[in-house]
Every structure is written in structure tokens, then in C-alpha cells.
């Protein structure tokens, strides 16, 4: 957290020190650039707490620097508390008390607004993003539960990242993201970028990530929430 935060400020002081006066870059000027950069899609690789995620996602100009943007991604979910062991001699690993994977795909629509436009070359386009919709999760199990208690006990052997799969469950939860990038480039048919924000998700059924062991608190949980840091590829539309 103390690495996402630091480079939120780097990205803020980044946009102070480039900041122009108006007269350097015309009204004229600007304007005949702007547009180009309201409408496209792309795709995103993400970074959070939980490891990485992929995502794409589709941007329509809607004027005066704002672009409404649709955006879809997935990747994995674990609770904090989970730590991988290495056991045996050809590197397989046990997680204790861990119960069940997690994938997580929210679907969010929202508004991405230029800020300091008329005072920043063209070449780099910050901007803030709000967004919200459904978010789809898929747990499975981590291990053979035979006797279906949510214990892991002697002869219960785990699955594997995909052996149990077929077992799993769908939940339906809702989200949102706040937060603040930039774009980078001159290029009429690319643009590349960063992003860093927060993102929440919260799920109207229990998500059994741990098992319900007396010495695990909440092992169970209905809200995901943290710092994300993406990176963006974007193609541009004519």
C-alpha cells in the first residue's frame, strides 16, 4: 500500500512540474488535438494485493475531456492472511487453512474526466474515473472435501489450480473504482497508460476462502476491496 500510494503522488507531482502557461499552448492548438483521444479500445494488465489480473476495455468521447467507458476484467481473489509453503522435493505447495480459489470479473460502466487540459502538452492527458457495476465471482475448491465439512483432513487431497473446477459456485456481487491516470503519446492510432485507484467489490452471498477452522477468524467474507495498479494499452479510433 505504502508503494501504491508513493506513486500517486509521483503521478501528481508529475503533472504540477509539466504544467504550462495557456500562451504556450494556444486554445487553436489544443483543440485540434483533443478530440482524437475520447474514442477507442484496449486492453489492461492489473496489479493488486491478490497477484495480477487482465482486463479490456472500450472508451466513447463524450465532450469537454470526459470519456464514457466501459471496462471488464478478471483475476484472482485471496484473503491476506493466506501464505504458500513449498513441500516435498519437486516444489509443490500447500496453503494452510485455505478452502476454496476465487475469481473475480467485475463489469463497470463510468465517466473518465481530462483534468488540467488547457495547462498540459497533449502528450500527456491525466484524468479521474469513477465507475460502478456487477461483479461475477466463481470460488472451487482447494482441496477433495469428502465429507463436505469445509475441513481439510487426513486422506482429503488438494485439487490443483483447475482440479476442481467443475465443483465450483458462482456469486453475484456489485463494485466500483475511483481513480486517477494519465495517458501518453502523440500517436494518432495508440496510446499507452497508467492507472492507480481503488477498487471495491461487495457480494450478496459469503465467500468461503478459508475454512471455518476455530483457530481462523471470519473465514468467510462478502467484501474485496484495495489498491490497483494498471497498466493500459489503448488503439485509437478514427
Avoid: C
Avoid at 467474507?221 to 478514427?238: E, N
Wanted: charged share 20%; no cysteine.
Amino acid at each position: 500500500m505504502r508503494s501504491i500510494a508513493t506513486a500517486v503522488l509521483f503521478l501528481l507531482s508529475a503533472i504540477s512540474s509539466i504544467a504550462q502557461p495557456d500562451e504556450i499552448f494556444p486554445e487553436a492548438v489544443r483543440d485540434s488535438t483533443a478530440g482524437r483521444y475520447g474514442t477507442g479500445g484496449g486492453v489492461s494488465i492489473q496489479l493488486n494485493e491478490s497477484g495480477f489480473g487482465l482486463g479490456g476495455l472500450y472508451r466513447m468521447q463524450l465532450g469537454s475531456g470526459a470519456s464514457g467507458i466501459v471496462e471488464v476484467s478478471i483475476g484472482v481473489a485471496k484473503d491476506a492472511r493466506e501464505q504458500q509453503f513449498f513441500i516435498g522435493l519437486f516444489g509443490d505447495t500447500v496453503t494452510p487453512f485455505k478452502r476454496n480459489y476465487m475469481l473475480l470479473t467485475p463489469v463497470q460502466v463510468g465517466v473518465e474526466q481530462r483534468i488540467v487540459a488547457n495547462r498540459i502538452e497533449d502528450n500527456f492527458r491525466p484524468y479521474v474515473q469513477a465507475s460502478v457495476g456487477p461483479t461475477f465471482g466463481y470460488q472451487w475448491p482447494y482441496f477433495r472435501d469428502v465429507n463436505a465439512n469445509g475441513l481439510r483432513e487426513a486422506g482429503e487431497d488438494l485439487h490443483g489450480l483447475f482440479g476442481g473446477i467443475g465443483e465450483g459456485e458462482f456469486r453475484l456481487g456489485a463494485g466500483g473504482t475511483l481513480a486517477i491516470g494519465a495517458y501518453f503519446g502523440r500517436s494518432r492510432r495508440s496510446a499507452q497508460g497508467v492507472r492507480l485507484g481503488y477498487t471495491a467489490s461487495y457480494f450478496f452471498e459469503d465467500v468461503e476462502l478459508l475454512e471455518p477452522d476455530p483457530s481462523v477468524e471470519s473465514p468467510s467474507r462478502r467484501f474485496f476491496g484495495g489498491a490497483v495498479v494498471s497498466f493500459h494499452l489503448v488503439r485509437l479510433l478514427d
